[in-house]
């Protein structure tokens, strides 16, 4: 069964370094998404993707913040500046068509750690 | 701006014990209630997408209904493995917003 698949599982940086979060979405999907949670919280919108541009983006999502598609499989998120709120698990998602009932998928997750 | 409370934060059940989790909803119009299951450390299983008021759904144990203001997880005769914390959420082509989860201890 398809998946969607991010790496690393575990990030740890210093604060004020660049982290990319990386994804592989589920093929022929066609929304992409990124999801925090901080530990004990709740999953939290970061941004969604749609046919190459930003379709809409939480509060959260600042200018340290971007997401790119850098060829026809992965999907990333930068933080271009990290501080220690960003302490989270990242999640990714994806979605197959343009129907608002559509499921979206998530994978694993990515936890970061900011010391 | 869409908002979701769940109940309650945690329940903590017997072996074949039946209950309901409840998911209550404000949106300016309902796109999709979508619940999903997460395990410690990793990230929410889909369960079920519930659209339409009157609308059920089950697997296996589960059983998801929605009315126009809020939906239910219905678990009957819970087994342990069933023990997880599971998410209610609304959403749109763009994004989901979900509650903080009900976290369910099935006990042997």
């Known amino acids: 069964e398809p998946e969607v698949t991010q790496t690393p599982s575990h990030q740890v940086t210093q604060m004020g370094q660049e982290v990319i979060l990386r994804c592989v979405p589920i093929s022929n999907h066609l929304y992409f998404y990124w999801y925090r949670q901080i530990l004990g919280q709740k999953v939290e919108f970061l941004v969604s993707?749609?046919?190459?541009?930003?379709?809409?983006k939480s509060e959260i999502f600042d200018d340290q913040f971007s997401v790119e598609r850098p060829d026809g499989s992965n999907f990333t998120l930068k933080i271009r500046s990290t501080k220690l709120e960003d302490s989270a698990m990242y999640f990714c998602?994806?979605?197959?068509?343009?129907?608002?009932?559509?499921?979206?998928?998530f994978g694993p997750g990515t936890r970061l750690t900011v010391l | 701006e869409d908002q979701v409370t769940q109940s309650p934060e945690a329940l903590r059940l017997q072996e074949g014990e039946s209950s309901s989790l409840n998911c209550s909803y404000t949106v300016s119009g309902l796109r999709g209630l979508f619940w999903y299951r997460q395990d410690p450390g990793k990230g929410p299983e889909f369960l079920f997408t519930l659209y339409s008021a009157g609308e059920e759904k089950e697997k296996e144990r589960l059983k998801a209904t929605l009315t126009k203001k809020e939906s239910f997880l219905h678990i009957t005769a819970p087994k342990p493995e069933d023990s997880a914390t599971y998410l209610c959420a609304v959403g749109s082509n763009y994004k989901l917003t979900f509650g903080k989860g009900t976290l369910l201890t099935v006990n042997p």
């Open positions: 998602a994806s979605k197959a068509g343009t129907d608002n009932t559509d499921t979206q998928y």
């Open positions: 993707f749609y046919n190459n541009e930003i379709s809409e």
